[in-house]
């Protein structure tokens, strides 16, 4: 800055500021908390020597990620930035995952009013599913009607199927 008002780093460290200044541009008057915070993390001396060895269009970028990175270690003193990043990585993938399950609970329900209309050995076959294990099973609790003999309306299935002629010509079951 130069002059009559000094910035916020050479306020902090009671020193006159020179027209040459380097934190001038990035650490003005009126923020002197930004420069606060990066002093106490990275210090003055390593933060002009960071930005002396950028070229001049840079070092704004520089001084941006210089103050994220000095906000997250005075957050979190042994992560920083990192912690950060893997916290919103893990909230992604939670949130990837409760979309998933979100996706299939829709296509769920998307298919019930397609199961109404299929025939019966359609309507079982449809309920049968893959497990952890890559073996098919089937969900007996959403089609008792069929996985229940005895309740048939003409009796047993089973029984019923026996009564029928033999090849010797008598019933097997009676």
């Known amino acids: 800055m130069g002059g009559n008002t000094p ?3 050479c306020k902090l460290l009671r020193r ?3 027209k040459d ?3 001038a541009p990035y650490f003005p008057a009126d923020d002197p908390h930004k420069f606060a915070i990066v002093h106490k993390v990275f ?3 390593n933060v002009s020597k960071m930005l002396q060895e950028l070229p001049v269009h840079q070092r704004a970028d520089a001084v941006s990620s210089i103050v994220y990175e000095a906000n997250a270690r005075v957050r979190d003193p042994v992560y920083g930035c990192v912690g950060a990043i893997s916290y919103l990585q893990t909230q992604v993938t939670q949130l990837q995952m409760q979309l998933a399950m979100a996706q299939a609970e829709i296509f769920c329900i998307q298919m019930q009013p397609e199961q109404a ?4 050995v ?8 893959v497990g952890d294990d890559g073996k098919s099973f089937l969900l007996h609790d959403a089609f008792p ?3 229940n003999f005895g309740s048939s309306p003409s009796g047993s299935v089973i029984h019923d199927s026996l009564k029928r002629e033999s090849l010797f010509g008598h019933d097997m079951v009676s």
């Open 145 to 147: 009607e069929y996985l």
């Open 43 to 45: 210090g003055a001396s």
């Open 16 to 18: 006159r500021c020179t």
């Open 7 to 9: 910035c916020a780093s």
């Open 117 to 120: 209309h299929m025939p019966a």
């Open 21 to 23: 200044c380097v934190f």
């Open 122 to 129: 359609q309507h079982a076959h449809a309920a049968a599913a």
